[in-house]
T-cell receptor
Framework: GQQLNQSPQSMFIQEGEDVSMNCTSS?????WLWYKQEPGEGPVLLIA?????ELTSNGRLTAQFGITRKDSFLNISASIPSDVGIYFC??????????FGTGTSLTVIP | EAQVTQNPRYLITVTGKKLTVTCSQN?????MSWYRQDPGLGLRQIYY???????DKGDVPEGYKVSRKEKRNFPLILESPSPNQTSLYFC?????????????FGPGTRLTVT
């Protein structure tokens, strides 16, 4: 299957710092999505990106759909303790199949 | 409340004993999907369904079956479970009006096969 390479695997940051994570693929996707998962729960959609080059914000979160359609990044500004969790990128191909990255575990130190 | 429900939440079973994990959504969504989540591998799509009576294989369909007889339900069937199917399973649904992109996930089913 298609592989999504997500980095970094984990991050430990101080409260108030900005966070950046990215996702790359060997294949083109039509849609890129970013999810957050907290312990014991299913992933929750944060941002969806539909066009190459698109830059979309959701509060303190900003994500971009790479111009090559093979990558995407997520930024979180001014992190707070409730940002803790695992962040996943996901790509949707023309066959309506979803592929997920391996996740970035974020720890925010108060 | 709009939600995706899965049952059971936890299941321990033995190799070869058929089991079904149910999934139901109350949002009238056309698209439904099953994933398994394993450490270091993220979520991998098992099967998906674009609408009633339409199902397609995802990335890791071997050893699983699904059916979509009603719009709201999408059960996952393991005819002969094996230990390598021990995993955390998620069901998800989304509306085709939004291009099937914005999936709502269920709370997960943790399956252990001994």
């Amino acid at each position: 299957g298609q592989q999504l390479n997500q980095s970094p695997q984990s991050m430990f940051i101080q409260e108030g710092e900005d966070v950046s994570m990215n996702c790359t693929s060997s294949s083109i996707f039509n849609t890129w999505l970013w999810y957050k998962q907290e312990p014991g729960e299913g992933p929750v959609l944060l941002i969806a990106l539909y066009k190459a080059g698109e830059l979309t914000s959701n509060g303190r979160l900003t994500a971009q759909f790479g111009i090559t359609r093979k990558d995407s990044f997520l930024n979180i500004s001014a992190s707070i303790p409730s940002d803790v969790g695992i962040y996943f990128c996901a790509g949707l191909n023309t066959g309506n199949q979803f592929y997920f990255g391996t996740g970035t575990s974020l720890t925010v130190i108060p | 409340e709009a939600q995706v429900t899965q049952n059971p939440r936890y299941l321990i079973t033995v190799t070869g004993k058929k089991l079904t994990v149910t999934c139901s959504q109350n949002m009238n969504h056309e698209y439904m999907s099953w994933y398994r989540q394993d450490p270091g591998l993220g979520l991998r799509q098992i099967y998906y369904s674009m609408n009633v009576e339409v199902t397609d294989k995802g990335d890791v369909p071997e050893g699983y079956k699904v059916s979509r007889k009603e719009k709201r339900n999408f059960p996952l069937i393991l005819e002969s479970p094996s230990p390598n199917q021990t995993s955390l399973y998620f069901c998800a649904s989304s509306s085709r009006d939004r291009g099937a992109h914005e999936q709502y996930f269920g709370p997960g089913t943790r399956l252990t096969v001994t």
